[in-house]
């Protein structure tokens, strides 16, 4: 059966409906209830090849919309099933505002198997908000799917490198489909889960004591889980932008050259217990700057040594789950500058 993969009945997703009374269904939806106020800042579509997908991807937006409110549509894909195939449902995710009136946001879902490139394309674009900004969730592997057009429409486009076989041909992909885009704003959770590190490492070097050894750095150890290489390396890319560092050509892997010339060697090492970083060291002949976080801990510890002084503070943690860094994404916004600043670099250390 070409739908094997999602029930018969599925009240995870909603009422099913035809693909064609879409709009004539929601519009019913809220006929229903007079003191529910539909709410949506942007349209959010969220994409995945996995099977069962859809189901938890409809949990997600009902976390999601309790802080953003948005049209959702749910995409999910069988990629092994060959006879073409679309189902569809509709469903609105309602929080009480004021204690007194739910505010609802509209879910759409779609199941779709066969050849669905047109049909995927088509779908998407018709039940989009057209007056609201286009945030795409790619979740997992990148395919043929991502065309130049659907990339044409979109203004944010959310990804996880970390889960990609090949990153540098996928970004590779990335560049070549948003040519005719070059306002897309790319936001990569890999990218995400080093947030504290960043904030931790920048508010070190605010310390007279690290200011002062910035110049003489000898080395850099960042220990990371094995999942999350894509995380350690732009962490490495951020750090060797923003001091202005170059390769090294002693032919050592990764090694640095600082402004003055010094050689800076690197280490990276795997953790496979830990979370997605476990720590970053940078190392100084009389100063030592790190900032780690313990497998299962609560928060990121930032520290300066000396030989004569010592100080410590504490920072949260990132977030670990899909849908909380997307949550985070959310909330941020802007242009995610340093991220594009640092991503050629970024490509340039996943060929070495």
């Known amino acids: 059966m070409a739908v094997a993969t999602i029930p018969a009945v599925c009240p995870e997703l909603g009422i099913e409906v035809p693909v064609a009374a879409i709009d004539r269904e929601l519009r019913k939806l809220w ?200 995380t350690a390396l732009q962490l490495l890319a951020w750090l060797t932008v923003q001091a202005g560092w170059r390769d090294a050509e002693n032919g050592e892997p990764f090694a640095l050259q600082s402004a003055s010339g010094s050689l800076i060697s690197v280490s990276l090492a795997t953790d496979d217990s830990g979370p997605p970083l476990t720590a970053v060291t940078i190392r100084a002949p009389q100063t030592t700057v790190s900032v780690s976080q313990a497998a299962e801990a609560s928060h990121v510890e930032r520290r300066v040594e000396t030989s004569t002084y010592h100080a410590v503070s504490l920072s949260p943690v990132d977030p670990a789950s899909p849908a909380d860094l997307v949550g985070v994404q959310l909330s941020r916004g802007g242009k995610n500058s340093l991220y594009q600043k640092i991503l050629p670099r970024f490509r340039a250390l996943l060929e070495v």
């Open 31 to 230: 006929e229903q209830d007079d003191a529910r106020t539909n709410a949506s800042l942007m349209n959010l579509v969220v994409y995945s090849e996995k099977k069962g997908a859809l189901i938890e991807n409809s949990e997600i937006i009902r976390n999601l919309t309790r802080e953003h409110a948005c049209r959702a549509i749910l995409v999910g894909i069988d990629r092994d099933e060959p006879e073409p195939s679309l189902r569809a449902w509709i469903t609105a995710h309602c929080h009480l505002a004021d204690g007194r009136k739910s505010v609802c946001c509209e879910q759409i879902a779609f199941h779709l198997t066969g050849r669905v490139t047109g049909r995927f394309r088509n779908t998407v674009f018709s039940h989009l908000n057209s007056d609201l900004p286009l945030i795409f969730w790619w979740q997992g592997e990148l395919s043929e799917i991502l065309t130049e057009r659907l990339v044409s429409v979109m203004d944010r486009f959310i990804i996880d490198s970390s889960v990609w076989e090949n990153p540098g041909t996928s970004f590779a992909m990335i560049e070549e489909r948003s040519q005719a885009n070059p306002e897309l704003v790319i936001q990569d959770h890999a990218w995400t889960r080093s947030w504290q590190f960043r904030v931790g490492i920048a508010s070190l070097f605010d310390d007279p004591a690290a200011q002062e050894a910035l110049p003489e750095i000898q080395s850099i150890e960042i220990s990371y889980h094995p999942d999350h290489r894509n």
